[in-house]
Every structure is written in C-alpha cells, then in structure tokens.
C-alpha cells in the first residue's frame, strides 16, 4: 500500500490512513509513503537559497514544516508516552542544518548533498507514520528504505540494481510480516552501494512500492491518493472527469509519460514484469473501487480511456536540405540528445527535417549550438503535449477526424500517432489546452 503525499497531508489525512491500513491487516501489507504533502518541494528550495549562499533563510524555511510533522506526532503520542519521533525529528533538524551548511559551502559534491537533504521528506514521514500505527494498535515497524534499496550513483535520478534490491528486500520484510508485524518505509529514497542517499526521481515513490511489491511477489499494488483512481481527464481542468475502472499496462504507462501524474510511470515496469495488478484508490473514499491496471484490459474498437496533458513544452525543429538522400542525419541528431542526456518527448519527421518536443530545457542552449552543425534550428517555447490513450484507437476508424475536427480552430504545431498503437498526440500553445481538453472531454466522453 502506497500512500502519497496528499494522503499524509495532515492530523485528518494520517488519520485516513491509520484506518484504511487497519481495515487490510489480514492481507498482510507492506506500507510505503511519500513525504508529507509540499514537503519535497520546500527541501528542494531550502537546498536552492542554501547553494546561493542564504543559510539562514535555508534553515528557517523548514520550521513551518517541522512543526506540521509535530502536530501529527503530539495528536496521536498522547503525552507522558514516550515519543520516539520528537527524538528523531530533533535529529533531523541538526543534520538538515549542516547539510544546508555544506551546500552553502560546497564543501561536498551538490548532486550528492541535494539527495540527501530532500531525502528527510520520506525519511521522517514513514517514521512518523509508523509511530502513528503504533499509538493506534497496529504493530507496525520502520524500514530505512536507504538500506533495502540499492541504486547506481545517478543522483536524483537514480536506478535501482535489483538482483542486490531483492535480496535484501526478501531477507528483511517477509519474516516481518510472518511475525505479524506491518513494515513501513518511505518511497524515493534509497542507497547506493557505498550507502550514500540517493532518490529515484520526482513522483518516485510509486516505483518505490512496484520494486517492493515485485521482490516479494505482492497480489496487489494499491497506490493510495487523492482522487479516486485514473481519470478520464485531470479533474483539476475538468470538473466532470470520470473514473476509468480498468486500464491496460500500456495504457496507463503512456497516460503518466504524458502528465497524468497520479500514476508514475515507472510503477509500470516491475509490476508488469511480474503480473502484479495495480489498484489507484483513494484515501478520502476508501470504499470506491478505482482503477485497475491490469495486463491487458481488452476494450472494444473506437473507445478512448483518457486525456493527459503536459504543460511547458518546448519546441526544437532541424532542418537540413544537405542531407537529402544520404543516411545518418537522424542518427547525428540524437547523439546531440544522449549528450547532454536529455529526454524526448515527441517526434516527427520528415527525410530532412524533424520536429520534436521536450521539456527539459536545461541543456538547451548546448543542445542548440551542437545541432547548428547539422542543419538550421528553430525553437519555440510556450507548448502543451496533449495525449489521447485508449487500446481503442489499434482498430479505431475515423477518429482522428473526429479529434481534429472537434478542434479545427485551434492550430496544431505537431502531431504523432502510430509509434504506440494505443496513443494520439500532438501539441497545442499553452494558452488553448485547457480549452483544447475540455472540448474533446465533452466529445469523447
Ligand atoms: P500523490 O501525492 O498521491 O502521489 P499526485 O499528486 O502525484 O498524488 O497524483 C494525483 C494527482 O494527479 C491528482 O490530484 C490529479 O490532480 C492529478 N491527475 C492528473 N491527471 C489525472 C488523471 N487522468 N486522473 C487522475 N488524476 C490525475
Ligand atoms: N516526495 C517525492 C516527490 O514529491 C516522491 C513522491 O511523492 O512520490 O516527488
Ligand atoms: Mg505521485
């Protein structure tokens, strides 16, 4: 059971999650979590004021949040028990402040000091979760996901090296809960070999739960958030998305590649592999059913499941007339990607020019410079990716036409369908996707 950071938001929120734990003791779970709601990002602006030189304001950024992590413990360890989280949290507090220190100094490298300050998000949610099941009779106990799984040095970003992941994580847990007890340990965060912190990206502790579920051969991954499974749209833009109750693999893998973020995409992979079903289910409606991602959800022709969206896009057009009829010219464009490891979102091409979208921009101007060599470069920022999934569209007729026509006012700068049987997608300015979304929302569904 995963619980994400909106479902460890508050007093109210752990007490939502004491009860849904409580109610599925007999399956025997294991408890991963996320920090606590807007946690992550404050960590992550600490590090930044710290890097700049702003120590002070570093550290007392974090007061407001240490204090949230107090409310929690002192509503649920009533006073005169003693309160092993305040002990843990005090100790958080030094070690945030000299990490702060060395970051503000340099004085180790800044990959490594951003992993392990961000990593006291899920290292002191999941401990406090677990003294929280505790107050509440449940027999729960705390794993330091740094020491079960074991990552490459990819520093934010890192890869888990499973065959050393398993082995750990089967010595640890199963004997924990034949014994009765129900571990608890954060998502994200993890260790490499020499046992320094690292994270496994933004969203991470979704892959977090699938690895576990995985190495212990789970029945069921349960991802618990604040909506009620996957939607037929982000309820944010519509008010009237709808719950999709079954979903494919590739379905769902394709929906969070493009901004449907409940769902990492990762968590697709372990799961898959192992034919391990996916519940999203959410934490303030406990009985509803969610989603279900399963193998393959067999639907019938023409039916769409979903829209995702993704804002801040970027972009970048090569054209190169000199490389009319010789080979290579895709080739040599993607080098210049792999270089500055930069990911691509969409493609398309034609013999002499490709279009193609990203949104990290970090390396752009390398990026640009190298790719001058090949050809002119344009680029143009302000883009939104929108993405329309469904196993439907395999054998589907006349719905692209039904798509674009639903949206023929609108200027579409890029459109990519047929690399996965399963998707749509093409690319709006920012400023019509919401309108674009509703649109083909009323339409579609
Ligand atoms: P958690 O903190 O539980 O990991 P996230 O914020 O990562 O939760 O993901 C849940 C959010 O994803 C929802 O609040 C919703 O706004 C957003 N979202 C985007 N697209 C969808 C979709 N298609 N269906 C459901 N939620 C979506
Ligand atoms: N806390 C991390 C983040 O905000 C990981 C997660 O919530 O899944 O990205
Ligand atoms: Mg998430």
Same mark, same amino acid.
């Given at each position: 059971?995963?619980?994400?950071g909106?479902?460890?938001?508050?007093?109210?929120?752990?007490?939502?999650?004491?009860?849904?734990?409580?109610?599925?003791?007999?399956?025997?779970?294991?408890?991963?979590?996320s920090?606590?709601? *807007?946690?992550?990002?404050?960590?992550?602006?600490?590090?930044?004021?710290?890097?700049?030189?702003?120590?002070?304001?570093?550290?007392?950024?974090?007061?407001?949040?240490?204090?949230?992590?107090?409310?929690?413990?002192?509503?649920?360890?009533?006073?005169?028990? #003693?309160?092993?989280?305040?002990?843990?949290?005090?100790?958080?507090?030094?070690?945030?402040?000299?990490?702060?220190?060395?970051?503000?100094?340099?004085?180790?490298?800044?990959?490594?000091?951003k992993?392990?300050?961000?990593?006291?998000?899920?290292? /002191?949610?999941?401990?406090?979760?677990?003294?929280?099941?505790?107050?509440?009779?449940?027999?729960?106990?705390?794993f330091?996901?740094?020491?079960?799984?074991?990552?490459?040095?990819?520093?934010?970003?890192?890869?888990?090296?499973?065959?050393?992941?398993?082995?750990?994580?089967?010595?640890?847990?199963? #004997?924990?809960?034949?014994?009765?007890?129900?571990?608890?340990? !954060?998502?994200?965060i993890?260790?490499?070999?020499?046992?320094?912190?690292?994270?496994l !990206?933004?969203?991470?502790?979704?892959?977090?739960a699938?690895?576990?579920?995985?190495?212990?051969?789970?029945?069921?991954?349960q991802?618990?958030?604040?909506?009620?499974?996957?939607?037929?749209?982000? #309820?944010?833009?519509?008010?009237?998305?709808?719950?999709? #109750? =079954?979903?494919?693999?590739?379905?769902?893998?394709?929906?969070?590649?493009?901004?449907?973020? =409940?769902?990492?995409?990762?968590?697709?992979?372990?799961?898959?592999?192992?034919?391990?079903?996916v519940?999203?289910c959410?934490?303030?409606?406990?009985?509803?059913?969610?989603?279900?991602?399963?193998?393959?959800?067999?639907?019938?022709?023409?039916?769409?499941?979903s829209?995702?969206?993704?804002?801040?896009?970027?972009?970048?057009?090569v054209?190169?007339?000199?490389? /009319?009829?010789?080979?290579?010219?895709?080739?040599?464009?993607?080098?210049?990607?792999?270089?500055?490891?930069?990911?691509?979102?969409?493609?398309?091409?034609?013999?002499?020019?490709?279009?193609?979208?990203?949104?990290?921009?970090?390396?752009?101007?390398?990026?640009?410079?190298?790719?001058?060599?090949?050809?002119?470069?344009?680029t143009?920022?302000?883009f939104?990716?929108?993405?329309?999934?469904?196993?439907?569209?395999?054998?589907s007729?006349?719905?692209?036409? *039904?798509?674009?026509?639903?949206? *023929?006012?609108?200027?579409?700068?890029?459109?990519?369908?047929?690399?996965?049987?399963?998707?749509?997608?093409? =690319? =709006?300015?920012?400023?019509?996707?919401?309108?674009?979304?509703?649109?083909?929302?009323?339409?579609?569904?």
């Open positions: 059971m995963k619980f994400g909106t479902s460890v938001g508050d007093v109210a929120a752990f007490e939502r999650v004491v009860h849904v734990v409580g109610s599925q003791l007999d399956k025997m779970p294991v408890v991963v979590v920090a606590m709601t *807007k946690v992550t990002d404050s960590l992550l602006a600490a590090f930044d004021l710290a890097k700049k030189g702003d120590l002070a304001a570093a550290v007392a950024s974090l007061e407001p949040h240490f204090d949230r992590h107090v409310a929690v413990s002192s509503h649920f360890i009533s006073e005169g028990s #003693p309160n092993l989280f305040d002990a843990e949290l005090q100790f958080a507090r030094q070690e945030l402040a000299d990490l702060l220190m060395r970051a503000s100094r340099r004085s180790l490298p800044l990959s490594m000091l992993d392990a300050i961000v990593s006291y998000g899920e290292q /002191l949610s999941s401990r406090l979760l677990a003294e929280v099941l505790r107050s509440r009779g449940v027999n729960a106990r705390h330091d996901s740094r020491r079960l799984i074991v990552t490459d040095d990819e520093y934010g970003a890192a890869q888990p090296i499973v065959e050393e992941t398993n082995e750990l994580v089967r010595l640890e847990l199963p #004997p924990t809960l034949e014994a009765g007890e129900v571990p608890v340990m !954060g998502g994200f993890a260790g490499n070999r020499a046992g320094e912190t690292t994270t !990206g933004r969203g991470g502790s979704d892959y977090t699938a690895i576990v579920a995985a190495a212990i051969g789970s029945s069921e991954l991802i618990w958030t604040d909506v009620t499974g996957v939607m037929t749209c982000d #309820p944010r833009i519509c008010g009237d998305a709808r719950t999709i #109750p =079954v979903l494919s693999y590739e379905e769902a893998a394709e929906l969070s590649y493009f901004g449907a973020k =409940v769902l990492h995409p990762k968590t697709i992979k372990p799961a898959v592999d192992h034919g391990i079903p519940r999203v959410n934490t303030f409606e406990p009985e509803a059913v969610g989603t279900m991602v399963l193998a393959e959800s067999g639907e019938a022709p023409n039916k769409i499941k829209i995702a969206h993704k804002k801040g896009i970027t972009i970048l057009r054209t190169s007339a000199r490389m /009319l009829g010789s080979y290579g010219f895709m080739s040599a464009v993607f080098q210049v990607f792999e270089r500055y490891r930069t990911v691509i979102d969409v493609i398309s091409t034609s013999e002499v020019s490709i279009a193609l979208t990203l949104d990290n921009t970090a390396e752009i101007d390398k990026i640009v410079s190298d790719l001058e060599r090949l050809g002119d470069v344009e143009e920022n302000g939104s990716v929108i993405c329309i999934v469904g196993e439907g569209l395999r054998a007729t006349g719905m692209a036409s *039904k798509i674009f026509s639903t949206i *023929k006012d609108i200027n579409v700068s890029l459109i990519s369908h047929g690399a996965s049987s399963v998707n749509l997608t093409f =690319v =709006v300015k920012e400023e019509f996707a919401a309108d674009v979304i509703r649109c083909l929302h009323w339409e579609l569904f």
